[in-house]
């Protein structure tokens, strides 16, 4: 059985600036290893900037649905095509805010399969069920 690697994944939420792009891929450069897989989820806005960086990078979300009529919505494969390796899916907050059920969480994580993304599946209790 292959041993995975170790993986620091930082989400940015909805923050973040052109500035911490270029800030962030520098000192991810300077630590990067081969025992270890950093990944940041930025912004959507953001994920253009980081393709140029050499960093390893994913989206906070993509939808479940395919290229159509879903304003605001995120085609996995848009994201898949800047290069962007993974995608979060799943997130306690997409849950809670926008009512994301565990159907929608699975068609999402297939979506991200189907086009190549590899789908980070959040589990876990909000702030305040902890």
Known sequence: MATRKPMVAGNWKMNGSLELVEQLSTAIKNVQSDELDIVVFPPFPLLSSLQQQNVTFGSQTVSENHAGAFTG????????????????VGHSERRSIYGESDDVVADKFARAQQVGLTPILCVGESEQQR
């Open 73 to 88: 919505e995120v085609d996995a494969q848009l994201v898949k095509d800047l290069g962007a390796t993974f995608t979060l």
